[in-house]
């Protein structure tokens, strides 16, 4: 175990497929890859919990609960807060940013979201 470390996995979109919005019993299926991954933290001893914007409606945490069920894996803390022993986010959404810069990493593999629409808008208004 890594101390009181855990890892936050976003739901939809990274743990499942995010197949759009149909309300808060649909959870698309799993992602092969991440639920591998998830299994192999738990097997080893790492806290793992669910970081979803689900978890602000407390009525979606029980198919949540199911859903993990379903698909082999224990009942998860279900949470949409990240406290100072979160090691790492792993999220469809998130920038990486270096730390103490506000610079985000990506920006050397590939522009962000928010690039790409200001460069998009740049075109259209040429």
Not at 32 to 41: A, D, N, Q, S, T
């Amino acid at each position: 175990m890594l101390g009181d470390g855990w890892i936050a996995v976003d739901l939809d979109g990274t743990l499942a497929y995010d197949d759009e919005w149909k309300g808060i019993e649909y959870i698309g299926e799993p992602i092969p890859e991440m639920l591998k991954r998830v299994h192999e933290w738990l097997d080893s001893g790492i806290t793992v919990k669910i970081f979803t914007a689900r978890a602000a409606q407390p009525e979606s945490i029980p198919y949540i609960n199911e859903w993990l069920k379903k698909h082999g894996l224990p009942d998860l803390e279900v949470t949409n807060c990240k406290d100072m022993n979160m090691i790492e986010l792993w999220d469809d959404r998130a920038i990486q940013v270096e730390p103490n810069t506000g610079k985000p990493i990506s920006e050397a593999v590939q522009p962000t979201s928010f690039q790409l629409m200001n460069m998009i808008r740049k075109e259209n208004n040429q």
